[in-house]
């Protein structure tokens, strides 16, 4: 088993962990801690991914699928622990979760497969995403939620222009510019 694989399904080991802290009522901080963990793997499994050759199409995939997985343990912990806190911004998260949804079925009805651009936006949303929740979790607090959602509505936008400009499906699609550099590539004078 490669080290990116295993960073990969230590993130998915621990959202069952999440999830189970959460129900015994373990402090916020705690689930902080494996929020940590899970954001650090997931950041090094793509690191270790390209720099030892094995990012693969297959892994790239993976890896978003366990994305998915953890960060929804992630929100189960956040909504167990800090429900009132939360309630407020349940229209922000019901909407980057139903785009979300919608960014996956665009991607199935077009190409057979499930987006996997890791885009930049995709990674500043998830950034601001950990950072949003390191905050419900240590301090309390979910203010930074709706400009963590804000940025993924974008992101979630951004790759629906990426699903539709792409001419096959591809995996690790920085941004639009580059969905637009490959459409080109492929097919010229298709813009």
């Given at each position: 088993?490669?080290?990116?694989?295993?960073?990969?399904?230590?993130?998915?080991?621990?959202?069952?962990?999440?999830?189970?802290?959460?129900?015994?009522?373990?402090?916020?901080?705690?689930?902080?801690?494996?929020?940590?963990?899970g954001f650090l793997s997931d950041v090094l499994d793509g690191v270790v991914a390209r720099r030892t050759g094995r990012a693969t199409p297959?892994?790239?995939?993976?890896?978003?699928?366990?994305?998915?997985?953890?960060?929804?343990?992630?929100?189960?912990?956040?909504?167990?622990?800090?429900?009132?806190?939360?309630?407020?911004?349940?229209?922000?998260?019901?909407?980057?979760?139903?785009?979300?949804?919608?960014?996956?079925?665009?991607?199935?009805?077009?190409?057979?497969?499930?987006?996997?651009?890791?885009?930049?936006?995709?990674?500043?949303?998830?950034?601001?995403?950990?950072?949003?929740?390191?905050?419900?979790?240590?301090?309390?607090?979910?203010?930074?939620?709706?400009?963590?959602?804000?940025?993924?509505?974008?992101?979630?936008?951004e790759n629906l222009a990426i699903t539709a400009l792409l001419p096959e499906w591809r995996h690790d699609v920085r941004s639009i510019f580059?969905?637009?550099?490959?459409?080109?590539?492929?097919?010229?004078?298709?813009?």
């Amino acid at each position: 088993m490669s080290v990116a694989l295993a960073l990969t399904l230590l993130r998915l080991a621990l959202a069952p962990v999440v999830v189970i802290a959460a129900l015994a009522r373990v402090p916020g901080w705690v689930i902080g801690g494996l929020l940590l963990a899970g954001f650090l793997s997931d950041v090094l499994d793509g690191v270790v991914a390209r720099r030892t050759g094995r990012a693969t199409p297959a892994l790239r995939r993976l890896d978003s699928s366990v994305d998915t997985v953890f960060y929804l343990a992630i929100a189960a912990a956040g909504w167990l622990l800090f429900r009132e806190e939360l309630r407020p911004t349940l229209p922000w998260i019901a909407a980057v979760i139903g785009t979300e949804l919608l960014t996956n079925a665009v991607s199935w009805l077009r190409f057979r497969r499930e987006a996997s651009y890791h885009s930049f936006s995709a990674k500043l949303f998830g950034l601001s995403l950990f950072l949003a929740l390191l905050v419900l979790f240590v301090v309390g607090t979910g203010a930074l939620i709706v400009p963590a959602t804000v940025i993924g509505l974008v992101s979630h936008a951004e790759n629906l222009a990426i699903t539709a400009l792409l001419p096959e499906w591809r995996h690790d699609v920085r941004s639009i510019f580059t969905a637009l550099r490959i459409r080109r590539s492929i097919a010229p004078g298709s813009l």
